[in-house]
């Protein structure tokens, strides 16, 4: 493969990681309060949003995302937004939900949110660490046999080792973080 191509691709990666990263710290920062609004959310009502994956709408393919609605009055005393709108799957009319809200994200306080905000970075700083070792070696295993190319040239880099740990230790934690996000 040429390797404009596997530069292209490492420059993706990076590009790809910076933007994952940039949403993951402001979600991270919103669920553990250190940006945004935080206050309670009555919920008024639920209902279930149905979305396929394709247009083929296979059962497999589903997807139920339920949303409840309410009004949302914040800690500090701001004016109340008569009509938000939150995702979870446990809430129920006329629950009170703690919430914090910085304008893009509003989250659910709790471990989930933590957790999610947090795989998100390591996810990201996995994406970035790869692309940038991708673009300093000029090797990215896009095929089977490219693999072995790519791990000679990192181990050829000073402190390539520690680089190639690293990022599947942070790689391993995102998923690791992820699949949390769902027992949580």
Not at 43 to 64: F, G, L, M, W
Not at 77 to 101: F, M, Y
Not at 117 to 137: E, H, N, Q, R
Not at 172 to 179: D, E, F, K, S, T
Request: charge should be neutral; aromatic fraction near 8%.
């Amino acid at each position: 493969m040429p390797r404009i191509i596997r530069r292209a691709v490492s420059l993706a990666m990076i590009l790809s990681g910076v933007l994952m990263g940039t949403y993951g710290a402001q979600t991270f920062a919103t669920a553990v309060g250190l940006a945004g609004t935080g206050g309670t959310l009555t919920v008024a009502s639920c209902r279930v949003d149905i979305s396929y994956s394709d247009s083929d709408r296979d059962a497999e393919d589903r997807y139920e995302t339920r949303r409840c609605s309410g009004k949302f009055t914040a800690d500090d005393g701001s004016a109340p937004e008569p009509q938000r709108e939150l995702a979870s799957d446990t809430a129920h009319p006329g629950d009170r939900i703690k919430v914090r809200d910085n304008g893009t994200v509003y989250l659910e306080l709790g471990a989930g949110s933590v957790i999610a905000g947090a795989s998100m970075v390591f996810i990201a700083l996995g994406l970035t660490l790869g692309g940038v070792l991708g673009l300093v070696t000029g090797q990215f295993p896009l095929r089977g046999y490219e693999g072995y190319r790519f791990y000679t040239a990192i181990h050829a880099l000073p402190y390539g080792r520690a680089a190639f740990w690293a990022w599947l230790g942070v790689l391993a934690a995102g998923l690791i973080g992820l699949v949390l996000t769902e027992v949580l």
